[in-house]
């Protein structure tokens, strides 16, 4: 089956580092990827890691490891606009699906 | 050009009507997709086209009816929707090997009365 979880909600501080965790259990799996959504609009690509490691973009970086089923993405120097939920998707790539976890609001205060 | 483009935006049909809702790329993407995503809720998967071919039915209701004309078209059409169906529906495309991101378009949100 496949099974994805985050947590439900986070809140942070102007300016500083935020983690959001991911667990999945895919059958198939080709990859994991980071999606920021605003309410009301489409999600938007941030991330998309396949091998282990740590991928870094700017104030946006994402880490996976294959053999723990985890990935986290982790938010510098954090912003108000920041605001958003943040959808963890796994890539099944045996059937050809984009499945998205439950999201993570993220609440960022001054 | 990353643009996956949804017609209409916004759209209210009665119970009764027959409306389609329209997703159009142009960067060669094989792998076309329709996820419906309600209120505060993650997008669902719907349908999978792969290669112009419906390669995942989520067991989604015969009210909604998918189409893929070409490589760069996926239609959704719908008929005699209820209330609960009222949602945002998001189509996405990605390569086939699914080696790159998933890119969505704006969505189209749809009210049913």
């Known amino acids: 089956g496949q099974n994805i979880d985050q947590p439900t909600e986070m809140t942070a501080t102007e300016g500083a580092i935020v983690q959001i965790n991911c667990t999945y259990q895919t059958s198939g799996f080709n990859g994991l990827f980071w999606y920021q959504q605003h309410a009301g609009e489409a999600p938007t690509f941030l991330s998309y890691?396949?091998?282990?490691g740590l991928e870094e973009k700017g104030r946006f970086s994402s880490f996976l490891s294959r053999s723990k089923g985890y990935s986290y993405l982790l938010l510098k120097e954090l912003q108000m606009k920041d605001s958003a939920s943040y959808l963890c998707a796994a890539f099944s790539g045996g059937y050809n699906k984009l499945i998205f976890g439950a999201g993570t609001r993220l609440a960022v205060h001054p | 050009d990353t643009e996956v483009t949804q017609t209409p935006k916004h759209l209210v049909m009665g119970m009764t009507n027959k409306k389609s809702l329209k997703c159009e790329q142009h960067?060669?993407?094989?792998?076309m997709y329709w996820y419906k995503q309600k209120a505060k809720k993650p997008p669902e998967l719907m349908f999978v086209y792969s290669y112009e071919k419906l390669s995942i039915n989520e067991s989604v209701p015969s009210r909604f009816s998918p189409e893929c004309p070409n490589s760069s078209l996926l239609n959704l059409h719908l008929h005699a929707l209820q209330p609960e169906d009222s949602a945002l529906y998001l189509c996405a495309s990605s390569h086939q090997s699914g080696t790159t991101e998933a890119f969505f378009g704006q969505g189209t949100r749809l009210t049913v009365v």
């Open positions: 890691n396949v091998l282990d």
């Open positions: 960067m060669g993407h094989r792998a």
